[in-house]
């Protein structure tokens, strides 16, 4: 079992930058592909970016590409999402995500964190 704990997140005007954090309790962070995703009121979640369990390989959404950055501490048991150039659609609830499978698939996911509200003013 692994719980997911999101800090970091507030509001923000547009070209801002926030980090937001997620934090995993237990010792096997490590084995675990991580993931963030978003929801904006009256969507669907989405896809931002994941990085693999040794952090070598990582990935973006067309969206955040050039902007965000996920980067993990396994150490820390800490995953990051640094993100730069912040734009009003960028508005929406971040969550984080353990999962065994490096994939964008949310349904591949299996432990999930509260999620923490970033809104980026115009």
């Known amino acids: 079992q692994v719980q997911l704990v999101e800090s970091g997140g507030g509001l923000v005007q547009a070209g801002g930058s926030l980090r937001l954090s997620c934090v995993a309790s237990?010792?096997?962070?490590?084995?675990?592909?991580m993931g963030w995703f978003r929801q904006a009121p009256g969507k669907e979640r989405e896809f931002v970016a994941r990085?693999?369990?040794?952090?070598?390989?990582?990935a973006n959404a067309d969206s955040v590409k050039g902007r965000f950055t996920i980067s993990r501490d396994n150490a820390k048991n800490t995953v990051y999402l640094q993100m730069n150039s912040l734009k009003p659609e960028d508005t929406a609830v971040y969550y984080c995500?353990?999962?065994?499978?490096?994939?964008?698939?949310?349904?591949?996911?299996?432990?999930w964190g509260q999620g923490t509200q970033v809104t980026v003013s115009s």
């Open positions: 990085i693999s369990s040794n952090g070598r390989n990582t």
């Open positions: 995500a353990a999962g065994s499978r490096y994939t964008r698939m949310n349904d591949e996911y299996n432990y």
């Open positions: 237990g010792r096997t962070f490590s084995t675990y592909a």
